[in-house]
């Protein structure tokens, strides 16, 4: 039997029920409940598109978000970036860093003692780079020194990141050790320096009297009538600071100017002690106050005078070479500073024509 056009367009369906009339109640209710399962079955086959759609979406979204918990539940601390926490390993670890630590400490210690009480006394200042760049140097040997000390169950923690650290280390624990074992009161490697400034004084045998010019250029210009010169006794006067001996620096001068080259002068260690006075209330030129050339306490600052000429100086240019001499520890300290003063004739003045 062939289909009927209502099963071609509804396949799997029933079709309604076509019968002739009831005339009875059992033939009504046969076919009232074949058109209830007709139209159950309906209901069953035949889904609204959206709602397909939006429960197929749902699913995806379910079946993603379990998959995803699942895999991170299977994710090991090493795939997330973390890395496998043993207590066991991690003290034995930071046992050996500890022990790598002391020990780069006291070979960069043995290091540093090496250098200022071997090696230094007998390098000269001219040869001094070596004095850190040798102890620098020992970097290299921090990997072996740790082969040859430390036993295998520190060694097996040790990598490259060790020798990085330990070099650092190595490197700025010398230089602080570097810097206590050559300062006072454990060494001295400089010499003592100008405590404020140098002045030049002239001694008429009554008052002292101080240039108008201060120095701080390291020069100093002296102006005197025309035809005259800078007369009396010409005096340098200055002080030195050092952080250690304050005491113990000598002090040579040498004048040359254009006429005579007067050698090596020495200094005068009486003048400042008998004429405390008169140098406090001295006066310049222009009769300003006389600058301070301690500015320290007396036991801080050592002074010095020497007398440039007795019987004064011409007009020209004076070159004052200083040189100061300490014996330090380890070396000899020497300092040398070059001076320039200047006797000129006042201009004359402009005629008033």
Not at 45 to 57: E, I, P
Not at 68 to 97: C, H, L, N, W
Not at 196 to 212: C, F, H, K, R
Request: charged share 20%; hydrophobic share 40%; proline share 5%.
């Amino acid at each position: 039997m062939s289909p009927t056009r209502y099963q071609l367009r509804h396949p799997g369906l029933i079709p309604p029920c076509r019968l002739s009339p009831l005339k009875d109640t059992a033939d009504l209710r046969w076919c009232f409940n074949r058109s209830l399962h007709s139209l159950h079955a309906t209901r069953r086959t035949m889904v609204d598109l959206n709602t397909a759609m939006a429960a197929a979406s749902a699913e995806q979204k379910r079946r993603s978000s379990d998959g995803s918990q699942e895999r991170k539940k299977r994710r090991t601390g090493k795939d997330m970036g973390i890395e496998p926490f043993d207590p066991v390993t991690y003290v034995a670890k930071e046992k050996a860093d500890t022990a790598s630590m002391w020990l780069v400490l006291t070979f960069t210690a043995v290091v540093s003692l090496l250098m200022r009480y071997v090696l230094m006394p007998n390098t000269s200042q001219e040869k001094s780079d070596i004095l850190y760049l040798l102890p620098i140097a020992a970097i290299v040997l921090i990997p072996q020194v740790h082969r040859m000390v430390m036993p295998e169950r520190f060694m097996e923690h040790y990598t490259k990141g060790t020798w990085f650290k330990s070099g650092f280390l190595h490197l700025f624990a010398f230089l602080a050790l570097s810097f206590l074992l050559v300062n006072p009161p454990l060494g001295d490697i400089v010499a003592p320096q100008l405590a404020s400034q140098w002045a030049i004084v002239t001694d008429d045998g009554t008052e002292l009297v101080y240039s108008n010019d201060n120095g701080k250029d390291g020069e100093i210009t002296w102006t005197v009538d025309q035809g005259a010169s800078l007369t009396g006794e010409v005096w340098l006067l200055f002080g030195l600071a050092d952080n250690v001996n304050s005491n113990g620096a000598s002090v040579s001068v040498v004048l040359e100017n254009n006429d005579i080259s007067n050698g090596e002068l020495q200094s005068n260690e009486t003048f400042w002690t008998e004429n405390q006075e008169r140098i406090a209330l001295a006066r310049t030129l222009d009769n300003r106050s006389a600058p301070n050339l301690l500015p320290h306490e007396e036991n801080s600052d050592q002074p010095f005078a020497i007398q440039l000429s007795a019987s004064g100086l011409n007009v020209g240019e004076h070159q004052i070479t200083v040189t100061i001499t300490e014996m330090g520890d380890p070396w000899e300290n020497t300092r040398t500073y070059n001076w320039t003063l200047r006797v000129v004739e006042e201009l004359p003045e402009a005629d008033a024509s």
